[in-house]
């Protein structure tokens, strides 16, 4: 026993002094219990949806506040053209879009009855099925509601329509997200444990007093894993494409460019936490750290839709959460790079700042 209390306090004393990580032990899960306590919601509301209203009469006005009133939908704008509302659905600004036709409300009170559309964003199945299922309720509620209709009059046609993912298959949704999920974990993580075990042999000071400056020796370190990063994108896509069978709807050369871009963001996470690290051990609790949030906050999982907002507000500092949006946007929505340029500036930001910052602390840290 007192051999055993002797390894125990020397232990102890070993990490009471190693302050990063007992800060990383203390305050990592204290912090993800309060931001995943608010994210991880599978209770969808407040879905945006835009609403073009050809009747524009007192009836479709009630049928509108009545899917608002239900707090599953959230209307954003009144499309003024069926176009507007299809790119709405395309881009991404509206997850579902509801058609009211003409003379909706004069032939609901002539007892002709009348179609009314709801097409709705199937990529993500989770919102997609609550669209679904609520917007039928919420149809027939407003046929048999006497405040709303005072008069007997036939029930309405309510007709959804599922874009992109029709079939509501998971692997549709799950699977191109997997191509940012496993980057994000696989590349910070080599980057920084390799770099980091450079500095425990002694073999970076020896480059140093070579006549090779810092930022030449952390790029030409940082290339061979953008070639190992674009091997595994490769990979993943093959077998997402021909295994999976899930089709490729938009430009392969865009799909490359742009994960090209997220891979040079993934690689500065590396570098960043290879500067802070002072042990192999340490970069990868503090990639694993930075790795959670992107999982449970992206959107990979759980719909955003279902956060609060500051928790939504941190998701927009996750690159994998741009990243998503692309890289499923190109694959089930077949969106091109214009399309895509609310996504794809955040996402160069970062690439270019976190790799300069990375740099630059390389650089002081080792002068």
Partial sequence: MRSIWAIAQKEFIHVMRDRRTLMLLILMPIMQMMIYGYGINTDVKHLPTYVYDQDRSYLSRRLINAFTQSDYFEVKAQATSMAQAYKALDKGDAQSVLIIPPNFGGDLLKKKGTQVQMIIDGTDSTPANVALNSSQAISNAFMQSEKLIPIQVLPIDFRPRLWYNPDLKSTYFMLPGLIGLVLQFLIPMITATAIVREKER????????TPIKPHE??????????????GIAISIIATMHFLFVVPIKGSIFTLFFLTLIYLVVCLGIGLWASTIADNQQQASQIVMFLAMPSILLSGFIFPQESMPIFVKDISYLIPMTYFLKIVRGIILKGMGFIDLLPQVWPLLLMAVLVILFSIKRFSKRMA
């Avoid at 002694?202 to 007093?209: P, T």
């Avoid at 020796?217 to 674009?230: A, R």
């Fill in 202 to 209: 002694g073999n970076i000071e020896q480059l140093l007093v």
């Fill in 217 to 230: 020796l952390i790029l030409g370190k940082i290339i061979p894993y953008v070639v190992i990063g674009i």
